[in-house]
């Protein structure tokens, strides 16, 4: 049997980079599981509640719902040698919730950092959705002063500021961390 791999949590407002970064990071690994949250969402066929700043109730359950799979689905791989990035919008009591799925597993929480131009110019020119990323633009305005790099720091997740990496340089960045154990 393999030793578990890790639980990397990766942060950060819409264009921040997670999924390309997510996906980089994996890559370096000889087994990696990428689980963005807004795929696992996408899955609702009827009834999907979209994220707004004002948290609507029905959007809140089903993230909840949907990181809760994720956190599951995570363990799951992890203990059977997967290196595992969960990507999303998360806050550190997000991680609080889901980190007990993952007792006795190595957690690597990591907050993107961006300028708000160059968030806005990734979510302009990106490819990886299926609907109008236009449609992110105020939810980024709204999302990246509710962000703030400290209270991450102060909650214990390491923040990266990939506003001048490119994809490869972000993944050395994380890889080169040092954590607390």
Do not use: C
Not at 132 to 158: C, K, N, S, V
Not at 161 to 168: A, I
């Amino acid at each position: 049997m393999s030793a578990p791999g890790r639980i990397w949590v990766i942060s950060g407002s819409p264009g921040a980079g997670k999924s390309t970064v997510s996906r980089a990071l994996l890559g370096r690994s000889a087994l990696g599981l990428h689980l963005p949250i807004d795929d696992l969402r996408e899955f609702v066929v009827s009834g999907l509640a979209h994220p707004a700043l004002d948290h609507p109730p029905e959007a809140v359950r089903q993230f909840a719902l949907a990181r809760t799979a994720a956190a599951h689905q995570a363990r799951l791989y992890a203990e059977a040698g997967f290196e595992v990035a969960i990507d999303d919008v998360l806050w550190p009591a997000d991680l609080d919730f889901m980190a007990v799925h993952w007792a006795g597993l190595v957690v690597r929480p990591v907050r993107l950092l961006t300028t708000l131009e160059v968030a806005h110019h990734r979510n302009r020119t990106r490819t990886n959705k299926t609907y109008d990323t236009r449609t992110l633009a105020p939810l980024i305005d709204g999302l990246y002063p509710q962000m703030p790099p400290a209270a991450f720091l102060e909650a214990g997740w390491a923040v990266v500021d990939s506003t001048h990496l490119t994809v490869d340089e972000t993944v050395d960045a994380l890889l080169a961390l040092t954590w607390q154990e």
